[in-house]
């Protein structure tokens, strides 16, 4: 199995310092480790991206451990690589599916909360269509995010919204979010039913809140680690029984991907999202050469 990292911007021949112990743990195991240049991908050179990769005599799979990147962007890394005979196991479709949460939700839908989306064009038409949209959520609080990411960390500006009748304060909302995504808009715009977690306490910074919440992923639908997902948060010694989520992780069409999960204010357990296990991180405390020693069985 080759690992596939970004490049250090400034030194090709070097890591992205973000990467750079998990470079070094998985060369240290012998896995084939090589580098590409996200920013020559992102710029539309998808050949030159790859040019120190090494090409292979005959096909060997292969995994990317870096930067979330745009589907389109995937697509060209991976015919970029195809071309040196090294095949990622997640294909664009793959990628993709884990990648938009609109793709995924058929996967957990029983599982997380009720969530509905329209894409970024369709908001901007006509606003009406959202409200159209979240009626059916009454005066619920509901959550804000693209097909991606939220702006957690901007918790009152951009991602929480008390009441989603409201309509002045869902058009402030999403405007501020629109506005501070930018160029970096996923897809389109996804309002989910919040669902009150267990808490763990607030970020000291941007003062959201910290929830019991975990991070799991899946080599090949079997489960490889469980993480802790907050790092700023002092977790007791409650885990859940992860059964039933291994078990929904076998519905899922990608050969690795993510499973965020979390405890209710209620005591139950549900799904928050799933995601490309290739650009979901590892935590601080994650046991690096045990996730690695994963990829050699």
């Known amino acids: 199995m080759n690992i596939v990292f970004c490049s250090d911007p400034l030194d090709p021949k070097k890591a992205d310092a973000d990467y750079e112990l998990e470079y070094r743990t998985a060369a240290g195991l012998g896995l084939p480790v090589e580098l590409i240049s996200l920013e020559d991908l992102l710029d539309g050179q998808a050949a030159r991206a790859v040019r120190r990769v090494r090409e292979a005599a005959t096909a060997e799979p292969a995994i990317y451990r870096g930067w979330m990147m745009k589907p389109a962007h995937y697509e060209q890394l991976y015919a970029a690589l195809q071309q040196k ?9 793959q990628y993709l599916l884990c990648h938009h949460f609109p793709h995924s939700y058929r996967f957990i839908k029983e ?3 009720e969530s509905c989306w329209l894409d970024i064009a369709a908001v901007h ?5 959202v409200h159209d949209m979240l009626a059916s959520f009454g005066s619920r609080p509901l959550l804000l995010k693209d097909y991606v990411k939220s702006r957690k960390h901007e918790w009152e500006e951009a991602c929480y919204i008390s009441d989603a009748s409201d309509q ?20 389109g715009i996804v309002f989910r039913d919040y669902v009150e977690l267990e808490k763990l306490g607030a970020h000291e910074k941007s003062g959201m809140p910290l929830s019991k919440e975990y991070r799991l992923f899946f080599y090949r639908h079997r489960l490889i680690t469980a993480q802790n997902y907050w790092e700023e948060a002092a977790y007791d010694g409650d885990r859940p029984d992860l059964s039933v989520f291994i078990a929904i992780a076998q519905r899922i069409r990608s050969s690795f991907f993510t499973m965020d999960i979390a405890k209710t204010a209620a005591g139950e357990w549900l799904i928050i999202e799933v995601g490309d296990g290739q650009v979901s991180g590892l935590q601080d405390r994650t046991d690096v050469e045990a996730f690695y020693r994963s990829f050699l069985d």
């Open 85 to 93: 005979n090294i095949h990622l196991v997640n294909t664009p479709e």
């Open 125 to 129: 038409s006509d606003i009406n269509r």
């Open 111 to 113: 599982h997380t909360p």
């Open 168 to 187: 002045r304060q869902v058009e402030k909302v999403l405007r501020t979010f629109i506005e501070r995504q930018g160029d970096g808009l996923n897809g």
